[in-house]
C-alpha cells in the first residue's frame, strides 16, 4: 500500500491495515492447525508428543460466527489459570479471527481501560493479534494439525462418548 501525504511517500500499512492483516492471517492459521470452522462445540485437545496439549474449546457457533478459546492443558501457577490462554472470535463470512482477550501467562495481564483513547485501543488490540498470531506459528511449528485434534468434552465440560 503506497500513500502520499505532503510530499512523502508512506510504503506501511496503517496500524488499523496492519491489525486486520494479522487478524487474516490468525484466521488461516486457525483454519490450518485445527480446521476450527468444521467443528461443533466441545472441548478438543491436540497433542503432539511434547507433553504441551493445546486445548482448544468451541464455546458458540453461529451461521457467521465461532467462539473459541486456546489454551494449553495446563495451569499457571501464580495465577491459576490455563496458561497461555486466548478467547478468540472468528467471523467466517471476513476470514478473521479476533482475539478478544489474551493471557500470556507468568502473572502478566493485559488491562485496558473501556475509556481509554482509541489510539491505546488499538495499540492493544495489535498487541493481542500479534501474541495470537506468534502462538499459532508457534504451534504449527510444533506439528499441530487438524488430524491431532481430538474431541474430549462437550461444552459443558462433560467428558465425550465417542
Known amino acids: 500500500m503506497q500513500l502520499e501525504t505532503r510530499g512523502i511517500i508512506h510504503l506501511l500499512p496503517s496500524r488499523f491495515g496492519l ?3 494479522l487478524q487474516a492471517e490468525s484466521y488461516h492459521r486457525l483454519e490450518r492447525l485445527f480446521a476450527v470452522h ?3 462445540p466441545g472441548v478438543y485437545v491436540s497433542g503432539v508428543g511434547d507433553g504441551l496439549d493445546v486445548r482448544v474449546e ?3 457457533r453461529h451461521t457467521y460466527t465461532l467462539q473459541m478459546e486456546l489454551s494449553y492443558a495446563f495451569h499457571d501457577p501464580d495465577t491459576g489459570r490455563r496458561a497461555p490462554e486466548a478467547q478468540v472470535r472468528m ?13 500470556p501467562g507468568r502473572g ?11 489510539q491505546h485501543i488499538l495499540r492493544h ?10 502462538w499459532l506459528e508457534y504451534l504449527a511449528a510444533q506439528g499441530h494439525m487438524p488430524h491431532t485434534l481430538h ?11 465417542a
Do not use: I, N
Open 108 to 118: 502478566r495481564w493485559d488491562v485496558l481501560d473501556l475509556r481509554a483513547p482509541p
Open 19 to 21: 491489525l486486520m492483516g
Open 38 to 40: 468444521a467443528r461443533a
Open 58 to 60: 468451541v464455546f458458540e
Open 91 to 103: 467471523y467466517l463470512d471476513a476470514h478473521l479471527a479476533e482475539a478478544l482477550h489474551c493471557h
Open 151 to 161: 474431541l474430549v468434552g462437550t461444552a459443558a465440560g462433560t467428558l465425550a462418548t
Open 125 to 134: 488490540r495489535l498487541r493481542m493479534a500479534s501474541f495470537l498470531s506468534r
